[in-house]
């Protein structure tokens, strides 16, 4: 069992930055593949990111490969989401989840979630 919770959210500009962090509480954080994922106004779940158990593998939606960096602190049991060049499509509520195995785009991989933090871009 792992509880996540996420932080950083906020407004900003279109072309602005914004750091996301999930932190996690229960054991073995670094067994479990994290991935960000987010959730826009009267849309499904969007896979963002993920990143290994042990950080040494990646995968970004094709929407923010090159934009968004996912990494991992282990020691700190929390993971990251660094955006930049932020655009308005960009503006959803964005979800921590933790799951097993390979990195998966599927939400149903993932076991645990957080309760959300919004991102809001304006254009």
């Known amino acids: 069992q792992v509880q996540l919770v996420e932080s950083g959210g906020g407004l900003v500009q279109a072309g602005g930055s914004l750091s996301l962090s999930c932190a996690a509480s229960?054991?073995?954080?670094?067994?479990?593949?994290m991935a960000w994922f987010r959730q826009a106004p009267g849309k499904g779940h969007q896979f963002v990111a993920a990143?290994?158990?042990?950080?040494?593998?990646?995968g970004y939606a094709d929407s923010v490969k090159g934009r968004f960096t996912i990494s991992r602190d282990n020691a700190k049991n929390t993971v990251y989401l660094q955006m930049n060049s932020l655009k308005s499509e960009d503006t959803a509520v964005y979800y921590c989840?933790?799951?097993?195995?390979?990195?998966?785009?599927?939400?149903?991989?993932?076991?645990?979630w957080g309760q959300g933090t919004q991102v809001s871009v304006s254009s």
């Open positions: 229960g054991r073995s954080f670094s067994n479990y593949v």
């Open positions: 990143i290994s158990g042990d950080g040494s593998r990646t």
């Open positions: 989840a933790a799951g097993w195995g390979e990195i998966q785009i599927t939400r149903h991989e993932y076991s645990f």
